[in-house]
């Protein structure tokens, strides 16, 4: 198994119930390094930027509301296939299907406001990681 490098985002439902903490010990629990790590506001315009990806789906003027309407931990996870298994740790987008001990299992409120991002493959975690952190912030 190859040692990558993922990334990750503590969504605004997340760390306005201050679970920051808790969601990081699911990482570190399951092998994840926090290999770089900041707390931010994100701009309407970085907001659309980084989910232009879904541009067309009825649910993105939501979405990008929901991810400027508190701060985000915008994070870099590192270790042993670190894409899949984070999402493994994230579980299924909705909530409602997550399974038991996941991320938005027990953090989730909903399908929108579902506590985390991942990245969804080793390209797209590239381009994600480098839209918020320059190579001398993460330290491995
Ligand atoms: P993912 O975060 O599990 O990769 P995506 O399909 O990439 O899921 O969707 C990006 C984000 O858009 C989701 O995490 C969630 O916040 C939001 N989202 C996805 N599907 C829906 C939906 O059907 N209604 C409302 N929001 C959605
Ligand atoms: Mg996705």
Redesign the pocket.
Known sequence: MAVERTLSIIKPDATKRNLTGKINQKFEDNGLRIVAQKRIQLTEDQAKKF?AV?AERP?YK??VSFMISGPVVVQVLEGDDAVAQNRKIMGA?NPAEADEGTIRAEFAEN??A?SV??S?SAENAAIEVSFFFSENEIVG
């Open positions: 989910y879904h649910f939501d979405l987008t399908i929108e579902n991002h991942g969804d």
